[in-house]
């Protein structure tokens, strides 16, 4: 009997503690996105910075006049445009993140590159759409 009471008062301890370890919003998971693809960036690390992007043919990238298509096409205009040691330091700021439905969202944001000469700053939005993977960028229109 005492062990079935001991039992019962541990599967409650972990129930509680379970209900306070609520889940992430949406919006918090995608800013940590966000958090993460920054860090990536500030490191060197394109391919981190671009593990956040759906990795897919239909994803869309646009830039001035300018429109890539798919994952590897993404990837490869990031390495011209900036290659290993001249990526320089990103800050994203301005974020607003709103939802669009239980799986898809837009950002809007800013960014501020400085690589040691002039600085690139503009405007982007992005439309997430929540994966098997997590939260994931399958379009990115950026203006500078």
Same mark, same amino acid.
Do not use: C
């Given at each position: 009997? +005492?062990?079935?009471?001991?039992?019962? =008062? #541990?599967? =409650? #301890? *972990?129930?509680?503690?379970?209900?306070?370890? #609520?889940?992430?919003?949406?919006?918090?998971?995608?800013?940590?996105?966000?958090?993460?693809?920054?860090?990536?960036?500030?490191?060197?690390?394109?391919?981190? $910075?671009?593990? &956040?992007?759906?990795?897919?043919?239909?994803?869309?990238?646009?830039?001035?006049?300018?429109?890539? !298509?798919?994952?590897?096409?993404? *990837?490869?205009?990031? +390495? +011209?445009? &900036?290659?290993?040691?001249?990526?320089?330091?990103?800050? $994203?700021?301005?974020?607003?993140?709103? =939802?669009?439905?239980?799986?898809?969202?837009?950002?809007?944001?800013?960014?501020? =590159?400085?690589?040691?000469?002039?600085?690139?700053?503009?405007?982007?939005? *992005?439309? $997430?759409?929540?994966?098997?993977?997590?939260?994931?960028?399958? !379009?990115?229109?950026?203006?500078?």
């Amino acid at each position: 009997m +005492k062990r079935t009471a001991v039992l019962v =008062l #541990a599967a =409650l #301890a *972990l129930a509680v503690a379970a209900a306070g370890r #609520a889940k992430p919003s949406p919006e918090a998971e995608i800013r940590a996105v966000l958090e993460r693809q920054q860090t990536a960036w500030n490191r060197g690390d394109v391919e981190g $910075f671009m593990a &956040y992007y759906w990795r897919s043919e239909a994803l869309t990238f646009q830039s001035g006049h300018s429109r890539t !298509h798919g994952w590897d096409g993404v *990837l490869a205009r990031y +390495k +011209k445009n &900036y290659p290993a040691g001249m990526m320089g330091r990103l800050e $994203f700021t301005d974020l607003e993140v709103r =939802l669009l439905g239980p799986d898809a969202a837009f950002v809007l944001g800013r960014f501020r =590159l400085d690589q040691g000469g002039p600085l690139k700053e503009g405007v982007f939005t *992005l439309v $997430f759409r929540r994966t098997g993977e997590g939260w994931r960028i399958v !379009h990115d229109h950026t203006s500078s």
